[in-house]
């Protein structure tokens, strides 16, 4: 706490004693000890625990206007936010609400409408292929303003279970300037299996100027079943690369895979990249400022599951993308 005080003349730090002093500490809730209130103005927030996570998390909240949620898709096979097995996405459900966000779940297919208390719209992997509507209804969101994180994976199919190709869905993000290709990126290196890891989840190390990535140098990141794909401005849109796999990455496009194990294909490796970000140009104004759409697009939705979201950089990652 000293600390906060010292950084800036704008926080001040007082101690206050509930038994001392009880109608000071009704008047701003404390019921026990070990309580921390930061207010300014009529505004409270209350951090969780005497941490520096939670108490620049309460300071987060109590700045905010509003509340901002972000809504994951489903009905269409995606990850699930409440399983606790490997592939959900619960884990990252409470680092978004540990973050100040509230979190739902939209059922595009069953109503292909997003709802204006969508803040962000999270893609989150669908296994099956959208209907038209859904996929208009996601490219009128961002292009009437709206920010959305597209999670799509390779179309492979193996014995157990296959990714559809989702290609209304592809069209409709390779018109904004993202073209996700037809592949899986293996890692050749073997330095995955050091944390347990096979060629099938790919090691990215390279990250560009975008604000997202730009404070992610010497972090690795690590994509489980991720494809490649192409970033270029759209002619409404401004598209940029943000996040590229090591030098030692080649691609496999034979993704049929229900008669056997995958082979590693031949080549030379390179660096490929996986995710891109971008912005569409509305032509509308809001506030006096011109309006964008937001998307960003990565070719895997494993990233941020349970078993990998813990792995060297993702979380920061997940919520810069956030």
Same mark, same amino acid.
């Given at each position: 706490l000293d600390r906060y005080s010292n950084l800036s003349p704008k926080l001040k730090v007082a101690y206050l004693d509930p038994f001392k002093k009880p109608q000071l500490a009704k008047q701003y809730g404390i019921t026990q000890t070990g309580t921390i209130v930061i207010t300014a103005g009529d505004k409270r927030e209350e951090a969780r625990s005497l941490s520096e996570e939670e108490i620049t998390s309460a300071l987060i909240r109590l700045q905010k206007s509003g509340v901002k949620t972000v809504c994951f898709t489903t009905g269409a096979g995606e990850h699930s936010l409440d399983d606790s097995t490997g592939s959900a996405y619960s884990s990252f459900k409470q680092l978004v609400e540990k973050n100040n966000y509230k979190t739902d779940s939209i059922n595009l297919i069953e109503k292909p409408q997003i709802a204006p208390a969508c803040s962000i719209v999270v893609v989150a992997g669908p296994r099956?292929?959208?209907?038209?509507?859904?996929?208009?209804?996601?490219?009128?969101?961002?292009?009437?303003?709206?920010?959305?994180?597209?999670?799509?994976?390779?179309?492979?199919?193996?014995?157990? *279970?296959?990714?559809?190709?989702? #290609?209304?869905?592809?069209?409709?993000? &390779?018109?904004?300037?993202?073209?996700?290709?037809?592949?899986?990126?293996?890692? %050749?290196?073997?330095?995955?299996?050091?944390?347990?890891?096979?060629? *099938?989840?790919?090691?990215?190390? &390279?990250? *560009?100027?975008?604000?997202?990535?730009? *404070?992610?140098?010497? %972090?690795?990141?690590?994509?489980?079943?991720?494809?490649?794909?192409?970033?270029?401005?759209?002619?409404?849109?401004?598209?940029?690369?943000?996040?590229?796999?090591?030098?030692?990455?080649?691609?496999?496009?034979?993704?049929?895979? %229900?008669?056997?194990?995958? #082979?590693?294909?031949?080549?030379?490796? &390179?660096?490929?990249?996986?995710?891109?970000?971008? %912005?569409?140009?509305?032509? #509308? #104004? &809001?506030?006096?400022n011109n309006l964008e759409g937001r998307f960003v697009v990565v070719g895997s939705s494993d990233f941020v599951s349970n078993y990998a979201l813990g792995f060297g950089g993702n979380r920061d990652l997940a919520l810069n993308m956030l």
């Open positions: 099956v292929d959208y209907p038209q509507p859904v996929v208009d209804a996601l490219k009128k969101y961002v292009e009437d303003g709206g920010r959305a994180l597209f999670l799509a994976d390779p179309p492979l199919k193996t014995a157990k *279970e296959s990714v559809a190709d989702n #290609q209304p869905l592809m069209d409709v993000l &390779k018109s904004w300037g993202v073209t996700l290709d037809k592949d899986l990126v293996l890692d %050749t290196s073997g330095l995955g299996g050091l944390y347990g890891m096979g060629p *099938e989840v790919a090691l990215a190390t &390279k990250y *560009e100027t975008h604000p997202i990535v730009r *404070e992610m140098k010497r %972090t690795a990141t690590a994509f489980p079943l991720v494809r490649s794909m192409e970033a270029a401005p759209g002619s409404n849109t401004s598209v940029e690369k943000i996040v590229s796999t090591s030098s030692n990455s080649i691609a496999a496009t034979t993704l049929n895979l %229900t008669s056997g194990s995958l #082979q590693m294909p031949k080549g030379d490796p &390179k660096s490929y990249t996986i995710a891109a970000a971008g %912005t569409y140009r509305t032509g #509308q #104004q &809001k506030d006096g």
